[in-house]
């Protein structure tokens, strides 16, 4: 079993949809964690950052984790053609890690105009 | 100004060849990453340097060697390239205690 799961899509939405990505994950010393959204072949640009459980919001964008299922989840609001793109979730654990980034497979993301 | 940039953007090269990739972070950040992002955009960490020091070396072949001459840049040496070595290679970078990592635009390598 990966570290964290992604379902990959693709996922196709109307313009102004609401758009809901998930991730879940298995390692319960994650306390770090990502969204981070990939245009084709562009370098993954970072979206949302959220230290252990909660949620955040920025924007159209919200971001909740639950660590007590061990999941995470990424809202869109009035979703835009120009939000395609795939979207990756990332988290890690404290400092003796190095803090490096265990990513899901990204989710492919569509809003058709 | 390009935060985290990468050169050369594109790489194709024949199996057996040697190859570099170099990153440079403007950012004042003290740890540099290098992911691989596959065929299927699976993205892996493969190194990290905290200051010049090797602080992460996941399992990779050693024909792969980081080397980071400051904290401001962090190069991929790649020897005897293989047909499996194709991908998208990432740098990344970090400053502080925030774990949020900033990427560079990659390096598409093809190895023929």
């Known amino acids: 079993q990966k570290e964290v799961e992604q379902d990959p899509g693709p996922l196709s939405v109307p313009e102004g949809a609401i758009v809901s990505l998930n991730c879940t994950y298995s390692?319960?010393?994650?306390?770090?964690f990502m969204w981070y959204r990939q245009y084709s072949r562009k370098g993954p640009e970072l979206l949302m950052y959220?230290?252990?459980?909660g949620n955040k919001e920025d924007g159209r964008f919200t971001a909740q984790v639950d660590k007590s299922s061990k999941y995470i989840s990424l809202f869109i609001r009035d979703s835009q053609p120009s939000d395609s793109a795939t979207y990756l979730c990332a988290m890690s654990q404290i400092s003796n890690s190095g803090y490096a980034l265990n990513f899901g497979k990204g989710t492919s993301l569509l809003v058709t105009p | 100004d390009t935060a985290v940039s990468q050169t050369p953007k594109y790489l194709v090269t024949q199996m057996g060849n040697d190859k570099s990739i170099k990153c440079e972070q403007n950012?004042?950040?003290?740890?540099m990453y290098w992911y691989k992002q596959d065929s299927k955009k699976f993205l892996k960490i493969m190194f990290s340097y905290n200051n010049k020091e090797l602080i992460i070396n996941e399992t990779v072949p050693n024909r792969f060697s980081p080397k980071s001459p400051d904290k401001a840049h962090l190069n991929l040496h790649i020897n005897s390239l293989e047909l499996g070595d194709s991908a998208v290679y990432f740098c990344?970078?970090?400053?502080?205690?925030?774990?949020?990592?900033?990427f560079g635009p990659g390096t598409r390598l093809t190895v023929l």
């Open positions: 990344a970078s970090r400053g502080g205690t925030s774990n949020t990592q900033y």
């Open positions: 959220t230290y252990s459980s």
């Open positions: 390692n319960s010393a994650f306390q770090y």
């Open positions: 950012l004042g950040h003290d740890t």
